[in-house]
T-cell receptor
Framework: EAGVAQSPRYKIIEKRQSVAFWCNPISGHATLYWYQQILGQGPKLLIQFQNNGVVDDSQLPKDRFSAERLKGVDSTLKIQPAKLEDSAVYLCASSPGTLTGQETQYFGPGTRLLVL | GDSVTQMEGPVTLSEEAFLTINCTYT??????LFWYVQYPGEGLQLLLKATKADDKGSNKGFEATYRKETTSFHLEKGSVQVSDSAVYFC????????????FGAGTQVVVTP
């Protein structure tokens, strides 16, 4: 079974530029998550989708971050304009979406973003 | 709110030593508890989990027991290898807002030959 795929793996941009990350979850997984992991910290949830609807985006900085999952499969996370403090690893995860607290989340390899 | 606290690293051990990483949590109800491992340059991989009190999760020689009375989920391994060098994250999946995982800050483990 293929895992969660993310691209690109690395990205270097200058501040005020825009950037987009792509995620393809495990086949059949209804729930998709985007996390931000700053160096030396645990992942922080940015947004959670159930199929193509948003379940939680309370920690997404909506003035600069946006995310979509139009067909309930792939997802894109965008930052515009980027700030220096956005330098982090952006992790995508998916889970089956059984709406229980026992679900495991499966993570992709992440995209390392450096904002100069 | 829900939270996870785990011991700070780095934890440096010699090969074949005993490893313990402490993890305690604050949550309402009975969350599911997880340990994930992150190798350099990679995403998080599930190591083990426990979904109810007194459950023991185990995988690859690692074990952790869900202790409701002490709100703890400490990770242990009896004999570590150099290949166990990684960052370990304790996490909970809350019962009242499923999927909204709370992660600890991570504990780096370095195993030397």
């Amino acid at each position: 079974e293929a895992g969660v795929a993310q691209s690109p793996r690395y990205k270097i941009i200058e501040k005020r530029q825009s950037v987009a990350f792509w995620c393809n979850p495990i086949s059949g997984h209804a729930t998709l998550y985007w996390y931000q992991q700053i160096l030396g910290q645990g992942p922080k949830l940015l947004i959670q989708f159930q199929n193509n609807g948003v379940v939680d985006d309370s920690q997404l900085p909506k003035d600069r971050f946006s995310a979509e999952r139009l067909k309930g499969v792939d997802s894109t996370l965008k930052i515009q304009p980027a700030k220096l403090e956005d330098s982090a690893v952006y992790l995508c995860a998916s889970s089956p979406g059984t709406l229980t607290g026992q679900e495991t989340q499966y993570f992709g390899p992440g995209t390392r973003l450096l904002v100069l | 709110g829900d939270s996870v606290t785990q011991m700070e690293g780095p934890v440096t051990l010699s090969e074949e030593a005993f490893l313990t990483i402490n993890c305690t949590y604050t949550a309402t109800g009975y969350p599911s508890l997880f340990w994930y491992v992150q190798y350099p340059g990679e995403g998080l991989q599930l190591l083990l989990k426990a979904t109810k009190a007194d459950d023991k999760g185990s995988n690859k020689g690692f074990e952790a027991t869900y202790r409701k009375e002490t709100t703890s989920f400490h990770l242990e391994k009896g004999s570590v290898q150099v290949s166990d060098s990684a960052v370990y994250f304790c996490a909970l999946n809350p019962t009242d807002s499923w999927g909204k995982f709370q992660f600890g800050a991570g504990t780096q483990v370095v195993v030397t030959p």
